[in-house]
Each structure stands twice: as C-alpha cells, then as structure tokens.
C-alpha cells in the first residue's frame, strides 16, 4: 500500500512540474486616457418606488448616449404587474417610451 501511495505521490509531481516550469508573461497595456468599452455593461437607473415616470427624470432632454461612453446595455427594472397589467395583455410602451432615448441613436449609426 506505500509502494502506491509513493508511486502516486512521485507521479504527481512530476506532473505537477510542468506546470512550474511555464514562464510567465507580464502584460503591462499602456494607458491612452481612452474609455474602457467594456460589451454588456451599462448604466442602471434605480429608484425606491420602481415607478415608471422615474426612468430618466433626472436626465434632461439634450442627454444623449453620446453623454455616457461605452454604454452598451440600459436596464429598466419595473415591477412585472406594470409589463402585464392585465392577464396575457403586455404593455411594452412601458419600457420602449424611457428607451427610446439610447434606441434612436443606435439605429441611426
């Protein structure tokens, strides 16, 4: 039973060597003062009440998307009652009327 375990033991390490002897590559990316577009990340609006007059009440109307660099992604978090109000009946005018504001801009460029 030692002779396995020690065979084992000395197995491992060997294999475990090959994973020491890689050499490392420091990355050091030089700053250009340019905004990190980082895909998927965005900006998100949270109010207390999730009312949906709220979204963009702070914006004024001369905000642009051009006013938030590297915004991908705008998330509206509303209550699901508000998208259904009734059973089977949606109301997308809820989150495209607040939208509309990031929506325009991306499908004239």
Known sequence: MKTIQLCSFICCLFMSVGVFAQDTTTVKPEDTGKVLINPGMGW???FYSNVARNYGSKLEPSDTLEDFPGVSTVYLRLPWSY?????GKYNWAIFDTPAQRWINPLITS
């Open 83 to 87: 998208l259904e109000p009734e059973e």
């Open 44 to 46: 998100t609006m949270h």
